[in-house]
């Protein structure tokens, strides 16, 4: 029988102890740590705090304390084997995109929204980013996707326009594409998210 190598369990637990460490820093005051994630990658954990209803269940187990994260993001690069990087994308990078994602849309603020990022080196990235995402099931990586998609250019214009982008109108490249033969239902996502996070929080 072919053997398989398999990631030894306490790997994933020091990572999920050394993110639990980890500073939580507002949104708008990104720029204040660019210095230092312009040359970093790994990942970043984004966590809401504002008044958008559909959240209300997220705000909550935020109120005190980084604690349920609304979505786990990579900035990876193949230029260099290393946490510290100049090539590709990076945590401000990344983070700066999504940044300006929120601002564009209507209905939420970037003041309300921490984030944590957890430096790493690049061959971890990946993994790193699947043990939080696997463990935490946030909702932007799950039932609302599309908060990490770029603009998709005039050669991929039948793209539909994603589920986020249906909720969170806004950014302009989106309001080009098509929501096509499946459009939200508000009031099955709302459910479904309240009962995700009540079943993540048991």
């Given at each position: 029988?072919?053997?398989?190598f398999r990631i030894?369990?306490?790997?994933?637990?020091?990572?999920?102890?050394f993110?639990?460490?980890?500073?939580?820093?507002?949104?708008?005051d990104?720029?204040?740590?660019?210095?230092?994630?312009?040359?970093?990658?790994g990942?970043y954990?984004?966590?809401?705090?504002g008044?958008?209803s559909?959240y209300?269940?997220?705000?909550?187990?935020?109120?005190?304390?980084?604690?349920?994260?609304i979505?786990?993001?990579?900035?990876?690069?193949s230029?260099?084997?290393?946490?510290?990087?100049?090539?590709?994308?990076?945590?401000y990078g990344r983070?700066?995109?999504?940044?300006?994602s929120?601002?564009?849309?209507?209905?939420?603020?970037?003041?309300?929204?921490m984030?944590?990022i957890?430096?790493?080196?690049i061959d971890?990235?990946?993994?790193?980013?699947a043990?939080?995402?696997r463990?935490?099931s946030?909702?932007?990586?799950?039932?609302?996707p599309?908060?990490?998609i770029?603009?998709?250019?005039?050669?991929?214009?039948?793209?539909k326009?994603?589920v986020?982008?249906?909720?969170?109108?806004?950014r302009?490249?989106?309001?080009k594409?098509?929501?096509?033969?499946?459009?939200?239902?508000?009031?099955?996502?709302?459910?479904?998210?309240?009962?995700?996070?009540q079943?993540?929080?048991?």
């Amino acid at each position: 029988m072919l053997e398989v190598f398999r990631i030894p369990p306490d790997l994933e637990a020091s990572l999920l102890n050394f993110c639990g460490r980890q500073n939580c820093y507002n949104l708008q005051d990104l720029d204040s740590l660019k210095a230092d994630l312009s040359q970093s990658v790994g990942v970043y954990l984004l966590y809401y705090q504002g008044n958008f209803s559909m959240y209300d269940p997220i705000k909550q187990a935020n109120l005190n304390s980084c604690g349920m994260p609304i979505y786990v993001g990579k900035a990876a690069s193949s230029g260099r084997r290393t946490g510290q990087t100049t090539i590709g994308s990076t945590l401000y990078g990344r983070l700066s995109e999504h940044r300006k994602s929120i601002r564009a849309v209507d209905n939420l603020s970037v003041e309300d929204f921490m984030f944590k990022i957890v430096s790493m080196e690049i061959d971890l990235v990946s993994w790193g980013e699947a043990v939080l995402i696997r463990h935490f099931s946030p909702i932007w990586n799950w039932a609302v996707p599309g908060f990490g998609i770029h603009d998709p250019g005039s050669g991929r214009a039948g793209q539909k326009r994603s589920v986020w982008d249906q909720l969170h109108p806004g950014r302009t490249f989106a309001t080009k594409l098509a929501i096509g033969d499946n459009p939200i239902d508000i009031n099955v996502l709302s459910a479904n998210i309240t009962a995700h996070c009540q079943q993540m929080n048991e």
